[in-house]
C-alpha cells in the first residue's frame, strides 16, 4: 500500500483545468494531490487557443507571463471569406489569441503547481468512489498495487471520459455528430492567410491555425465523411483540404494525424454532495472557436477560491453551489453557440452556405459589431448575474458580476499599480475610493481575506464610485455607487459579510506575504451584488 498524504481536495486529472486548479488551492493554503492516468504528460499539441480573459485569469496569480512568452499572438480571426474579427483592438493587457500548444500549457502550470507544493502522481487509476458527511474516498491503483485515498474532496478533471463522473453517477447528456474531422499538425506548402481561418462550403469546413516556424493547425471535415478507425493519410488530408479550399496546398512534415469525433454533453450537475467536475469532464462541445481549454481554466478559477473558502470554514453560506449556477450557464452558451456554427458550417445548400458569408461580412463590416464579436469571443463579455440598478461608467456598465479590467490604481505617495498584481495572492480585493478610508478601515476587520487598498486618486474607468470589492477571481462581486458619506460603514460591512464570511480572523487562512500586507487601499461604491444563497451550508449537504 502507498502512503496516502493529508490532504484536503484530491484532483483527478493533470490536463490544463486540473493543475489550474491545484495552482488555485495550494496558492489559498489548501493541500492538494492531483491523481493521473496517464504516465507521462502529453507531448501533443492538443488544443492550443488561449483567448484574453483565460490569460487575464491567469495572470491574477502569476501565471501568464510564461504562457506569452511560449505562445505567438494572432490577431485576427477570418471566420468566412470577406469576414474579419479583430483582437487586436480590445482592452486587455493581451490583445490577441495567443497560439500555445496544451504541452506548453500544462508544463507551466505543473511547475508552478508542484513549486507550491501540489503531490502529482501519475500512473494512477481512480477505479472506485464512496463519500458520505465527512470526505471522499477512493480506490486507485497503479503497476505497483492499489490503495484508498482519501480527501474532504475530489473534482473530477478527468476529460470526456471521467471515471470521477461515472463513479459519482452524474448523468452526461447531449449526442455525438455523425462526421469525424481530421486534425493535423502540418507545414503547407500554400498555406491560407496567417490568421486563424475557418471555410466553409459544400458541407465541408476547414479550421487554420498558424503558430510559426511554418506550421499550421488544422481540422478539416465533411459532414458525408463518418467516422473510421482507418489510419489518416496526407493524401487524405490533401484531399479534404482541396475540398474546402479550391486548391491543393500540400501538406507535408506531419507531426501529428488523428481522426477525432465531436460530441456535445453537459454534466446533469456540477457538484453532488463533496464531488465535483470541472473542464471537459463537465462539457464537451465542437471545437469551432477554440472555447474548450479557455472554459476549462475558467471552471477552475472560480472554484478555487470558493472551494479554499468552504475548507479554510469561513465561506458564506451556499458559496460553494454558486460554482454550478455561475459556470454551467456559461457552458450551455458554449454549446448552444458552438452547435450553431458548426450546423450552419457543414450545411450542404451552397444558398445557405453563401447567405452565411454574407451576413457575416457585412455584420463584421460595423465597427461595433466587430468589437463585440472579438470580446464575447475572448470572453472579456463573460459574467455572472447580479441584482440591483447598473451603475454607469463613462459609457461603460458595471455590475456586480462582472469582469474588472487590469486598472492602474494609484497610490498615495507611489507609482499607480496593476490591479492584478494587488490580487497576485488571491484574496479579495476592496478598492476604497471614497476618499475617507472608511471602507478600508472596515475592510481591516476580515484580515487576510480581504486587501483593502485606499485609492488616491481618480480611476476613470470607475467614474464616480466610491467602493468595489472584487472577487479572486476577478469579477465585482459588489460595487458601491452612493456618494454620501451616510452609511458607507454598514454597506461596506454587509457586503463583506455577504461575500467575505463573519468578521475576524479565519483559521486556516495563510498570512500574505509581508511585501503585499503592505499594499495600499482602494475604494468603491454601492450595487447589492448576487450574494451567495442563504440555503444551509454546502459543505454540509451530501
Avoid at 449526442?175 to 506548402?189: E, G, H, N, S, W
Amino acid at each position: 500500500m502507498a502512503p496516502t498524504p493529508e490532504q484536503s481536495v484530491i484532483v483527478v486529472g493533470a490536463g490544463p483545468t486540473g493543475l489550474a486548479l491545484a495552482c488555485e488551492l495550494a496558492a489559498a493554503g489548501v493541500s492538494c494531490t492531483v491523481l493521473e492516468r496517464r504516465t507521462e504528460p502529453s507531448a501533443q499539441s492538443r488544443a492550443m487557443a488561449l483567448y484574453s480573459r483565460t490569460l487575464e485569469v491567469l495572470d491574477l496569480r502569476g501565471h501568464a507571463d510564461s504562457l506569452t512568452a511560449v505562445g505567438r499572438p494572432v490577431g485576427r480571426m477570418l471566420p468566412a471569406r470577406g469576414a474579419e474579427i479583430d483582437f487586436t483592438a480590445i482592452d486587455s493587457p493581451f490583445p490577441a489569441l495567443y497560439v500555445v500548444p496544451q504541452s506548453r500549457t500544462e508544463e507551466a502550470l505543473l511547475q508552478r503547481a508542484v513549486d507550491l507544493g501540489v503531490i502529482v502522481q501519475r500512473g494512477a487509476e481512480v477505479f472506485g468512489l464512496e463519500q458520505d458527511a465527512t470526505g471522499v474516498r477512493l480506490d486507485v491503483r497503479t503497476e505497483s498495487g492499489e490503495w484508498q485515498e482519501s480527501a474532504d474532496y475530489v473534482v473530477g478533471c478527468d476529460g470526456a471520459h471521467s471515471a470521477v463522473r461515472e463513479l459519482a453517477g452524474i448523468a452526461f447528456r447531449g449526442r455525438t455528430y455523425d462526421m469525424a474531422p481530421i486534425l493535423a499538425d502540418v507545414k503547407l506548402a500554400t498555406p491560407p492567410p496567417d490568421d486563424v481561418v475557418i471555410l466553409s462550403g459544400g458541407g465541408a469546413m476547414m479550421v487554420s491555425i498558424p503558430f510559426g516556424d511554418g506550421w499550421h493547425r488544422i481540422a478539416v471535415g465533411h459532414r458525408d465523411h463518418p467516422w473510421t478507425r482507418d489510419e489518416v493519410t496526407l493524401e487524405e488530408l490533401s484531399e479534404r483540404l482541396t475540398e474546402v479550399l479550391g486548391y491543393d496546398p500540400q501538406p507535408h512534415e506531419p507531426r501529428w494525424l488523428a481522426r477525432f469525433r465531436i460530441h456535445q454533453r453537459l454534466a446533469d450537475q456540477y457538484r453532488t454532495g463533496r464531488v465535483l467536475l470541472a473542464g471537459d469532464a463537465a462539457h464537451l462541445h465542437s471545437p469551432l472557436g477554440g472555447q474548450g481549454l479557455n472554459l476549462g481554466i475558467q471552471d477552475a478559477v472560480n472554484l478555487g477560491w470558493k472551494l479554499a473558502a468552504t475548507i479554510q470554514g469561513w465561506a458564506p453560506a451556499g458559496l460553494l453551489d454558486t460554482y454550478q449556477a455561475e459556470r454551467r450557464p456559461q457552458a450551455q452558451k458554449i454549446l448552444k453557440a458552438t452547435d450553431h456554427a458548426t450546423r450552419m458550417a457543414t450545411h450542404p445548400s451552397p444558398v445557405v452556405t453563401g447567405i452565411r458569408r454574407v451576413v457575416l461580412s457585412r455584420l463584421l463590416g460595423r465597427r461595433r459589431i466587430r468589437k463585440v464579436a472579438s470580446e464575447a469571443l475572448s470572453g472579456l463579455r463573460s459574467g455572472y448575474a447580479g441584482r440591483g440598478r447598473p451603475a454607469v461608467l463613462g459609457g461603460a456598465r458595471l455590475r456586480a458580476g462582472q469582469r474588472v479590467p487590469d486598472l492602474a490604481v494609484p497610490r498615495a505617495g507611489g507609482a499607480p499599480v496593476r490591479m492584478y498584481e494587488l490580487m497576485r495572492d488571491g484574496r479579495f480585493l476592496l478598492l476604497d475610493l471614497g476618499g475617507d478610508g472608511v471602507a478600508a478601515q472596515v475592510a481591516e476587520g476580515w484580515g487576510s481575506r480581504v486587501c483593502p487598498v485606499r485609492v488616491d486618486g481618480p480611476v476613470p474607468q470607475l467614474g464616480s464610485l466610491s467602493a468595489v470589492l472584487v472577487r479572486p477571481d476577478g469579477y465585482a462581486a459588489w460595487v458601491d455607487s452612493t456618494t454620501s458619506p451616510t452609511g458607507r460603514e454598514d454597506r461596506v460591512r454587509q457586503a463583506l459579510h455577504r461575500w467575505c464570511g463573519t468578521e475576524g480572523p479565519a483559521s486556516g487562512v495563510p498570512a500574505p506575504p509581508a511585501a503585499e500586507s503592505a499594499a495600499p487601499t482602494r475604494t468603491a461604491r454601492e450595487e447589492p451584488a448576487e450574494a451567495p444563497d442563504s440555503q444551509p451550508a454546502a459543505a454540509d449537504r451530501t
